[in-house]
Nanobody, 119 residues
Framework: QVQLVESGGGLVQAGGSLRLSCAAS????????MAWYRQAPGNQRELVAS???????NYANSVKGRFTISRDNAKNTMYLQMNSLKPEDTAVYYC?????????????WGHGTQVTVSS
């Protein structure tokens, strides 16, 4: 079992930056895959980025070149650095973790943090 808590969301103008954090309740060194998902009103939850234990990363096409996912096993924390934000990035962002697979479905989820990008 692991509990995940997101932080770092907020209101930012288009073109700005935010860094989201996902703090885990225990060591993440043994967790195979972690990811960020987002869900905008009226839309399905979508994968934003994922990272494996081996630091292999994957990004949605819509965020490539703007977002960077990382994990710090020593701090039991995963991050999402978001630059050049656009209004269409507005959503609730969730972190997720799974001990076995990176492609999902993920077993553990946080409660989400709101990101709002104004135009």
């Amino acid at each position: 079992q692991v509990q995940l808590v997101e932080s770092g969301g907020g209101l930012v103008q288009a073109g700005g930056s935010l860094r989201l954090s996902c703090a885990a309740s225990r060591s993440i060194s043994s967790i195979f895959a972690m990811a960020w998902y987002r869900q905008a009103p009226g839309n399905q939850r979508e994968l934003v980025a994922s990272i494996t234990h081996f630091r292999t990363t994957n990004y949605a096409n819509s965020v490539k070149g703007r977002f960077t996912i990382s994990r710090d096993n020593a701090k039991n924390t995963m991050y999402l650095q978001m630059n050049s934000l656009k209004p269409e990035d507005t959503a609730v962002y969730y972190c997720a973790a799974d001990n076995i697979r990176v492609a999902g479905p993920y077993e553990y989820w946080g409660h989400g943090t709101q990101v709002t990008v104004s135009s």
